[in-house]
């Protein structure tokens, strides 16, 4: 069974750096075409692509938060670690972190964690 | 960015019916194109993927076509469920940034 899970702080003060690590069993992200990748849910209820990491190490990243939005693996080679500097208010949010696979799903997010809710303010 | 344009946002409808989302692209996205249902304090669950397979284990009441042209998409759910007033979101992973649709929220009319 694949599962995801978030990990991170509730509150976060402007200007500070949010980390958000998704811990993920059930698949090995080093298998050809895997992929995790990082959605956040504004209050409003969009949702808004942040980046993804690849099978290869390759990441790529929403040009619109490219210069503070860093998407890594941990250590733990079950782990991969979303790091987004100099916060503000519009960063309030719901972070998820998906699988995606591309030979067959052509990048569709199959599964979900189950989100973690930051909330930016001093 | 692709801009994905979805409609309605918002449609009510009754047990029983069959009801019809879209989402337009504003250029080809091929058959890049999926679909998620999101009920209230949930994440989104994948219904669809690559415009018209259905994910394993959701109903078949619910389907996906699209276009020759790769810009226009369709969810259509037959045969109206309790469960599937929720909202639906639809997603192009033909380029990054990855973009979403605004959502639909199906409710009981």
């Known amino acids: 069974q694949v599962t995801l899970r978030e990990s991170g702080p509730a509150l976060v003060k402007p200007t500070q750096t949010l980390t958000v690590t998704c811990t993920f069993s059930?698949?090995?992200?080093?298998?050809?075409?895997?992929?995790v990748s990082w959605i956040r849910q504004t209050p409003g209820m969009a949702l808004e692509w942040l980046g993804v990491?690849?099978?290869?190490?390759?990441?790529y990243y929403n040009a619109s938060l490219k210069t503070r939005l860093t998407i890594s693996k941990a250590s733990s080679k079950d782990q991969v670690v979303l790091t987004m500097t100099n916060v503000g208010p519009g960063d309030t949010g719901t972070y998820y972190c998906?699988?995606?696979?591309?030979?067959?799903?052509?990048?569709?997010?199959?599964?979900w964690g189950q989100g973690t809710t930051v909330t930016v303010s001093s | 960015d692709i801009q994905m344009t979805q409609s309605p946002s918002t449609l009510s409808a009754s047990v029983g019916d069959r009801v019809t989302i879209t989402c337009r692209a504003n250029?080809?996205?091929?058959?890049?194109l999926h679909w998620y249902q999101q009920k209230p304090g949930k994440a989104p669950n994948l219904l669809i993927y690559?415009?018209?397979?259905?994910q394993t284990g959701v109903a078949p009441r619910f389907s996906g076509s699209g276009s020759a042209s790769g810009t226009d998409f369709t969810l259509t759910i037959s045969n109206l469920q309790p469960e599937d007033f929720a909202t639906y979101f639809c997603?192009?992973?033909?380029?990054?940034?990855?973009?979403f649709g605004q959502g639909t929220k199906l409710d009981i009319k």
């Open positions: 997603h192009q992973s033909y380029t990054t940034p990855n973009t």
């Open positions: 059930g698949f090995a992200l080093s298998t050809t075409g895997m992929c």
């Open positions: 990491i690849t099978w290869d190490g390759d990441t």
């Open positions: 250029q080809t996205i091929a058959n890049y």
């Open positions: 998906t699988r995606s696979e591309l030979l067959t799903y052509h990048y569709a997010l199959d599964v």
């Open positions: 690559t415009a018209s397979s259905l």
